[in-house]
């Protein structure tokens, strides 16, 4: 006799298939199918390439190919990727707010954990775009968060034009600094942030994350993270472009590349 639920085999039931039996039967008719991906694809194609830079990493450790002296800083930078994809595993298994939470407990555990010293890579984004934040704890009452932003979240980062080409250079990553461990260890704050990254909403923009939360952050509106003018090439006759504004753009701090 075989065990029954309701007017089929409980064999049948997707709930049964799913968590018991998988893809056994996949070439039966009553098959499930393929669980939803979450976030967007370009959030995919992020943790694609945060993989890729992993193994580059690894690579440079464990071959060799690093010189010496940027030996130990290769490692301490793969130990963060490392703990990163970790991260980036429980993703795809967020379905609901019960994996929701468990993800957001473990990350908010991981951030609490931080040394002084100790670097947290995190994937992120919102409907249109994709980030990676990079969290350093500079001392124990202390944080400094880099967003290293695409899309619609580079209107917010400082610009200079290109001389040879009159094209846009845009310098990411954004700085916020100073940011008190109370906030930075405050789960709303990641809650926002990987909510929006995982369940795209029109509502999930760039403007919430800079407009509100990086502010909220450090306690210093957007425009007070940009470079100071006197900090940068061309001294106090530089100017910085204010997020939304059409300043003169600056050139990128002293040995900081900009982005094309």
Not at 69 to 80: E, I, K
Not at 181 to 199: C, G, K, Q
Request: hydrophobic fraction near 40%.
């Amino acid at each position: 006799m075989a065990y029954r639920c309701g007017d089929q085999p409980i064999w049948e039931l997707p709930l049964f298939r799913d968590l018991v039996i998988g893809n056994s039967l996949a070439q039966d008719p009553t098959a499930l199918a393929p669980a939803p991906e979450q976030g967007t694809p370009m959030l995919r194609t992020l943790l694609d390439a945060l993989n890729l830079v992993s193994a580059q990493l690894g690579a440079l450790e464990s071959f060799g190919y690093a010189a010496p002296a940027l030996r130990r800083t290769v490692g301490r930078v793969h130990a963060a990727f490392a703990r990163s994809l970790e991260l980036c595993k429980m993703l795809p298994q967020v379905r609901d707010n019960s994996t929701f939470y468990e993800l957001l407990t473990t990350f908010t555990a991981q951030v609490k954990s931080l040394m002084p010293g100790g670097i947290l890579v995190i994937p992120g984004g919102w409907a249109g775009g994709v980030t990676v934040y990079v969290l350093h704890c500079i001392s124990y009452e202390s944080y400094t968060l880099a967003i290293c932003s695409t899309g619609a979240g580079l209107q917010y980062h400082p610009t200079r034009i290109d001389p040879a080409t009159g094209a846009v250079q845009y310098n990411t990553p954004l700085l916020c600094l100073d940011i008190p461990p109370s906030r930075v260890r405050d789960s709303a704050i990641w809650f926002i942030l990987l909510r929006a990254a995982l369940f795209p909403d029109k509502n999930h923009s760039a403007a919430l994350i800079y407009e509100r939360l990086i502010p909220y952050l450090n306690r210093k509106p957007i425009g007070a993270n940009l470079p100071d003018p006197s900090q940068v090439d061309g001294g106090a006759d530089a100017s910085v472009a204010q997020p939304g504004h059409g300043a003169p753009p600056p050139p990128p701090p002293p040995g900081q590349p900009a982005l094309g």
